[in-house]
Nanobody, 125 residues
Framework: VQLQASGGGLVQAGGSLRLSCAAS????????VGWFSQAPGKGREFVAA????????VYTDSVKGRFTISRDSGKNTVYLQMNSLKPEDTAVYYC???????????????????WGQGTLVTVSS
């Protein structure tokens, strides 16, 4: 499965963006999907993840109440709605999928087998 992240851009602090992660190659409706961020000079960090049917979501503390992860299985797409953006949210955002038989959400990048190319989010102060 190939993942394509899109929706990044330049936004002022307090603004919003919606990132999309579209899958091609085969359906990934049964995969756990996560979003990760990587700021300049830093490692890849967990942001949020959603289980296969959307009934369970996990967020890192810094984005709780501001970001919402969701999925549309019919469109084979996972979204990350980002509100009240802060300059410290500036990073390249990657979406990733776990293996098709794995149902547990993980915060570790090493547990995700399929990665998109990343989309840059820049938040100005």
């Amino acid at each position: 499965v190939q993942l394509q992240a899109s929706g990044g851009g330049l936004v002022q602090a307090g603004g919003s963006l919606r990132l999309s992660c579209a899958a091609s190659g085969r359906t990934f409706s049964h995969n756990v999907v996560g979003w990760f961020s990587q700021a300049p000079g830093k490692g890849r960090e967990f942001v949020a993840a959603i289980n296969w049917d959307g009934s369970s979501t996990v967020y890192t503390d810094s984005v709780k109440g501001r970001f919402t992860i969701s999925r549309d299985s019919g469109k084979n797409t996972v979204y990350l709605q980002m509100n009240s953006l802060k300059p410290e949210d500036t990073a390249v955002y990657y979406c990733a999928g776990r293996g098709s038989r794995i149902t547990v959400i993980s915060r570790s990048p090493s547990q995700y087998a399929h990665w998109g190319q990343g989309t840059l989010v820049t938040v100005s102060s």
